[in-house]
């Protein structure tokens, strides 16, 4: 499977409320593709591996705009925010896909359980909600997309992550700046 984008622990700090922590939480949820990039592979016996799964992702915006409600979030934000984790997610998917579709050398041989890592992919995104929460006066400034930047640049230079998991964590991140100034 392709390399994990784990950040430098000297680089991102645990601290509180930091979009440091924010972004190394995003990584960690995008870890997550590849294990069910695999299961989905393995599901589909040869055939065309179906990444999109409307019943799961219904659940997951359904449980965030529930959190959302809890912790005084504009519902809408929150759903961008992780319509972006899910879309950066399935880029991911996608990509090693069409990888292993090209050198099935490279393809994961042992079938993975998806029953393992959702409950990953659960707590990651509630800890995602509480740091909006805290995180939520640099989320909706206006430099917010500068912030994060920084941060994911400084991922990158660590030299972890290929480029389909750097693109997807650029595509996962930007999802965090509301788009519409009505949602702070």
């Given at each position: 499977?392709?390399?994990?984008m ?20 995003v990584v960690e ?20 591996p ?17 959190l959302a409600?809890?912790?005084d ?6 759903r ?8 950066a ?20 041989t ?6 393992s890592?959702?409950p ?44 389909l998991?750097?693109?997807a ?11 519409r100034?009505?949602?702070t």
């Amino acid at each position: 499977m392709a390399p994990a984008m784990r950040p430098d622990s000297a680089k991102v700090s645990a601290v509180g409320g930091s979009l440091d922590r924010l972004v190394a939480l995003v990584v960690e949820r995008l870890d997550t593709a590849d294990v069910v990039a695999a299961a989905k592979w393995a599901a589909g016996d040869q055939g065309e591996p179906v990444i999109d799964d409307p019943v799961r992702e219904a659940e997951v915006y359904d449980a965030v705009a529930r959190l959302a409600r809890g912790n005084d979030l504009p519902e809408s934000w929150v759903r961008q925010a992780f319509f972006g984790q899910i879309e950066a997610n399935k880029t991911v998917q996608r990509g090693l896909i069409l990888r292993w579709r090209w050198d099935r050398t490279t393809a994961p041989t042992t079938p993975t359980d998806l029953g393992s890592v959702r409950p990953v992919i659960d707590r990651v995104n509630a800890e995602i909600l509480e740091h909006m929460v805290v995180c939520r006066a640099e989320l909706t400034a206006p430099d917010c997309l500068e912030r994060l930047a920084r941060i994911v640049f400084g991922v990158f230079a660590t030299g972890r992550g290929d480029t389909l998991h750097r693109i997807a964590l650029l595509r996962a991140v930007a999802a965090l700046c509301p788009v519409r100034m009505d949602l702070t």
